[in-house]
């Protein structure tokens, strides 16, 4: 048999790759053009193209997925992992690994549940990062200028607002017109509070003092662009004090926990921005009644307080009686005691050596002088009265016993100090005495002649006194030296020998 003999020929078609992938891509397309599948979102991906690659799967498969970069832009909600959804496409294949996919054209949560567990997964993970906490949150503003706004300028939210803003305190509003639900809620909303502060204060759009954002009531999917994380972190940077006022009271979105202060509904919102002004206008007349009447109270006490104090002053003629009586006595001394100073220096200058001339003069000054001590002599009289009716109560007051004995108990005390500083000083001094005269006695020891004997030197008297030199010592009769343990006297004979 020969081995290189060809077989029974095989009448099976020959495929290329390309085409058998073509073949399959086409019968898959085909058969499942479209398809609506329920499952939960496993494995996302979000490269720079734009596209959205994601895993769809349940507890037996799993299929992968793609969204192209124009529809996912304009996707109500996007996918986030354990999310359970429900997809609407088409399923095709890749020929270059060889496997299919579904080509997703809308992506919805698979009912209220799933809306609400991918809501408290969202707000799990934003309270854990702090961005809701108490602390962060900003007082509002008692009375603020400028009020932003952020909602629909075309729905009833705004007119409310602005009736009811207009009905308490008018204040100045800007209104940043947004979309308040679909896919352009969120990033619009965002948009806005970030623009608002951008804006500069006191410039020719000035930065508003107090923002809200306000929308209506509405299901779930309706507030929906409310609950995205974008919108809640720029509520939650925002550096000017924030109002959440989204849906009705039963209505719980992202922003109203990252918003400094929620408000049930949109007037209510309104109603947290401002007070009322006739409100504060009573109140301010109330205040002004009652400083009134406290300064009229005040005032009426201190006049009675006055009134009572006048009436334990002695009276005025009192006060006077015994200075008037004490010059009447003296004026009426006066012109004796002037006519005898006057015969006193009238005896005087007789008796001096004085020139007529002179004693004119010296008459005509001391004449000139009296006149002008008589003339103070009264207002000086009264003002020693004065002083003197000063001193006396000063007097009365502090022999009054508690004063008495206070000025007792104090001059005890001064002279206890005294006391005390004195023997201080005494001993003091005593020991700075004795120092001093220890001192000098050693300093007398130390120069004495005595300290000089203890060296080995000698003191010698002689009949005069101390004999310094050997003729002196030669001429006297005896001599006497002094040691320093005693004296020894020593006499010469008549050849003048020392004995």
């Known amino acids: 048999m020969d081995l290189f003999e060809d077989g029974p020929a095989d009448n099976a078609p020959e495929f290329s790759v390309s085409e058998l992938s073509g073949a399959v891509k086409k019968a898959i397309e085909d058969g499942f053009g479209y398809v609506r599948v329920r499952g939960e979102v496993g494995r996302v991906s979000l490269p720079r193209s734009g596209h959205v690659y994601l895993d769809l799967k349940d507890d037996r498969a799993v299929l992968s997925a793609v969204i192209w970069k124009g529809r996912a832009q304009a996707l109500a909600h996007q996918p986030e992992e354990g999310m359970e959804v429900i997809a609407t496409g088409k399923l095709t294949t890749f020929p270059g690994q060889s496997k299919y996919q579904m080509v997703i054209e809308d992506i919805a949560p698979a009912g209220a549940g799933a809306l609400m567990a991918m809501l408290e997964k969202r707000k799990a993970q934003l309270a854990a990062e702090g961005l809701f906490a108490p602390e962060r949150k900003k007082a509002l503003p008692f009375l603020p200028e400028i009020i932003g706004v952020v909602t ?78 974008i919108v809640a972190r720029a509520a939650a940077a925002s550096d000017i004090p924030l109002i959440s006022a989204v849906g009705h009271e039963t209505d719980t979105t992202l922003i109203d926990f990252a918003a400094d202060v929620r408000a049930p509904t949109p007037t209510a919102a309104a109603e947290l921005a401002v007070p009322v002004r006739m409100e504060l206008l009573a109140w301010a007349g ?16 201190r006049q009675q307080r006055l009134r009572d104090l006048a009436r334990a002053l002695p009276q005025v003629e009192s006060l006077v009686e015994g200075p008037r009586q004490r010059l009447d006595f003296l004026s009426e001394r006066l012109p004796a005691a002037l006519r005898s100073a006057a015969a006193q220096k009238r005896l005087q200058m007789s008796e001096a050596a004085l020139r007529p001339g002179i004693l004119t003069r010296r008459l005509a000054e001391d004449r000139r002088r009296l006149e002008a001590l008589s003339s103070r002599l009264v207002p ?71 300290e000089t004997l203890k060296r080995g030197y000698a003191v010698v008297r002689g009949d005069g006194g101390i004999v310094t030199g050997k003729q002196a010592a030669a001429k006297a009769a005896a001599l006497e030296i002094e040691f320093t343990d005693g004296k020894l006297t020593v006499s010469a004979d008549r050849q003048g020998n020392l004995l």
């Not at 000025?407 to 000083?425: G, N, T, Y």
Request: proline content about 5%; charged content about 30%.
């Open 380 to 450: 000086a009289l009264e003002r020693r009265t004065t002083d003197a009716r000063r001193s006396l109560t000063q007097t009365v007051r502090g022999l009054r016993p508690d004063a008495l004995d206070h000025r007792l108990e104090r001059q005890a005390e001064r002279l206890d100090v005294v006391l005390r500083r004195l023997s201080d000083r005494a001993s003091r001094q005593q020991s700075e005495r004795r120092a001093r005269l220890v001192a000098l006695d050693r300093l007398r020891e130390t120069l004495g002649y005595r």
């Open 286 to 301: 109330q205040q002004g009644a009652r400083l009134s009447r406290a300064l009229t109270t005040a005032l009426g006490q």
């Open 152 to 229: 629909s300028p075309s729905g009833a939210v705004i007119r409310d607002i602005l009736h009811r803003l207009r009905d308490r305190f008018p204040r100045k509003v800007l209104v940043w017109p947004v979309a308040v639900q679909g896919a352009k809620c969120a990033p619009e909303v965002a948009a806005a509070i970030r623009g608002f502060n951008a804006m500069t204060p006191g410039g020719a759009l000035p930065r508003p003092d107090l923002l809200i954002v306000a929308r209506g009531g509405g299901s779930l999917e309706d507030l929906w662009g409310f609950n995205e994380e």
